[in-house]
């Protein structure tokens, strides 16, 4: 995915089984990692969505909480919760639409209001 000028982030899904992912993503900018980080996600039969958990050190001592479920079947949606144990409200809300099997485009908001969309295309091996 590019996020502008010489800034790219990577991430890598490993199916572990049915239900469970594990997700290592990366930015680099200008040939320097700039982020690095994990997280796993989940399906929560009873909610019928998914739950990603992960540490982030952008925000210690925080947990990156998101969920996410399909609107449709072209459409997802995602809640991101900073630090869900803060009382300060920290939610992005993203919309993720799947024009292909290699291409999305990823609406993000906060405070209902459009702060970046994301054009992700896949990278073949």
Same mark, same amino acid.
């Given at each position: 995915?590019?996020?502008?000028?010489?800034?790219?982030?990577?991430?890598?899904?490993?199916?572990?089984?049915? =239900?469970?992912?594990?997700? +290592? %993503?990366?930015?680099?900018?200008?040939?320097?990692?700039?982020? /690095?980080? #994990? !997280?796993?996600?989940?399906?929560?039969?009873?909610?019928?969505?998914?739950?990603?958990?992960?540490?982030?050190?952008?925000?210690?001592?925080?947990?990156?909480?998101?969920?996410?479920?399909?609107?449709?079947?072209?459409?997802?949606?995602?809640? =991101?919760?900073?630090?869900? +144990? %803060?009382?300060?409200?920290?939610?992005?809300?993203?919309?993720? /639409?799947? #024009? !292909?099997?290699?291409?999305?485009?990823?609406?993000?908001?906060?405070?209902?209001?459009?702060?970046?969309?994301?054009?992700?295309?896949?990278?073949?091996?």
């Amino acid at each position: 995915m590019e996020l502008g000028n010489d800034t790219i982030s990577f991430f890598d899904v490993k199916f572990l089984n049915n =239900y469970r992912l594990e997700i +290592s %993503s990366k930015t680099v900018s200008k040939g320097r990692i700039i982020y /690095e980080g #994990k !997280s796993l996600q989940g399906y929560d039969e009873k909610s019928d969505t998914f739950i990603d958990l992960g540490a982030d050190e952008d925000y210690p001592p925080a947990i990156l909480f998101t969920s996410f479920w399909f609107s449709s079947e072209n459409t997802c949606e995602l809640s =991101y919760n900073v630090d869900p +144990s %803060s009382t300060d409200e920290v939610t992005i809300e993203s919309k993720i /639409e799947f #024009k !292909s099997h290699d291409l999305f485009i990823q609406t993000i908001t906060q405070k209902n209001k459009v702060t970046r969309i994301n054009t992700i295309t896949r990278v073949q091996n």
